[in-house]
């Protein structure tokens, strides 16, 4: 989805060769005895667990040259903001989290001991949406001051489409567009409905502000179950939006389930009281994040020479969200 930079490429090629490097800049820039680093998981090429013989071990994230160390600053800002509030998060490894590294920026976080939450399935399911609508609560209460003011909530995944949740619709419209002449002739009319959808979305804009996280959905990419607790982690989508589209992307992701509805609901609102104008807007503003991956979807399987497949129309189902969205409200007595 986004250009990738020399690191990334070298990383996908020889994670081995790649991770020595990385230890070598480490040890030279902060003066630690790193031994090695290896990937977190088979999903993240960029991300690194460092480990150490003088102290406990190190993340360390390697993001592309293609997202400007502005960003990578805006995170580490965004982490000692939430360490100032003793928010549940990772932890900057040092006050000088942020460093250059060939022609990628690296920001080095501490190691958070623990596992990932449960998968989202039965009684397991029921707990990961407790965890999160609580986590997601607390965030949203946190007072605001100039370190957390960079727009956040879109997905974050293409560094040409950071910032507000408007973005996410951005990019699902440059998806869609750039593969308008392959679509078959058959197709037409539902690709076009698919891309009237991202063109009229609600974003959001005027509804309620917070510190949004922007992908607080997905476990063990975004919260570790640690020692203490559940912790938060990979901040890069985070930033000041509608609380409403953080909350919106929780409840699309409980497929409906009733009792995950309502521990996330009620977990959310020991903190927050959404606004009349909020839980009207809700159902729209469910379909930013599902039309992105709509639009993501459609455009990689185009381009890999097939037409849209059911995931495409499943992410975006008005069906589907609609009686999210009435079952949410529900929960909260509306």
Do not use: C
Request: proline share 5%; glycine share 10%; hydrophobic share 40%.
């Amino acid at each position: 989805m986004s250009k990738e930079g020399s690191f990334e490429k070298v990383v996908r090629h020889d994670a081995g060769e790649a991770g020595e490097r990385l230890v070598t800049h480490l040890r030279d820039y902060y003066g630690i005895d790193a031994v090695d680093a290896t990937k977190t998981g088979q999903h993240h090429d960029h991300v690194f667990r460092v480990d150490r013989r003088d102290g406990d071990p190190w993340i360390a994230r390697v993001f592309s040259a293609s997202r400007p160390r502005a960003r990578v600053e805006g995170d580490a800002a965004i982490l000692r903001f939430l360490e100032r509030h003793d928010y549940p998060s990772e932890r900057l490894a040092t006050e000088d989290g942020v460093s250059a590294f060939d022609d990628s920026t690296v920001l080095v976080t501490r190691f958070v001991p623990g596992g990932p939450l449960p998968m989202a399935v039965g009684h397991e399911g029921s707990e990961k949406f407790a965890i999160m609508g609580d986590l997601l609560g607390r965030l949203h209460t946190l007072p605001f001051d100039e370190s957390v003011s960079r727009p956040g909530g879109a997905s974050g995944d293409d560094p040409s489409y950071e910032g507000s949740p408007r973005q996410d619709l951005m990019a699902a419209l440059a998806f869609l567009d750039a593969v308008d002449t392959k679509v078959a002739p058959a197709e037409r009319e539902r690709f076009e409905w698919l891309r009237d959808q991202v063109r009229s979305a609600d974003d959001g804009q005027g509804l309620p502000e917070a510190l949004v996280h922007g992908n607080l959905l997905h476990a063990p990419d975004h919260v570790i179950l640690g020692e203490q607790g559940p912790v938060a982690i990979n901040w890069k989508s985070a930033g000041r939006g509608p609380r409403l589209a953080d909350f919106a992307w929780l409840m699309w992701g409980t497929w409906g389930k009733a009792d995950w509805i309502d521990l996330a609901v009620g977990a959310y609102r020991k903190h927050v009281e959404l606004t009349d104008d909020e839980l009207d807007r809700l159902e729209a503003v469910m379909y930013v994040r599902p039309l992105y991956l709509g639009g993501f979807s459609y455009r990689r399987d185009l381009v890999n020479g097939r037409q849209a497949g059911q995931e495409v129309w499943g992410f975006a189902n008005p069906e589907h969200i609609g009686a999210i969205a009435a079952a949410t409200r529900a929960a909260w007595g509306r």
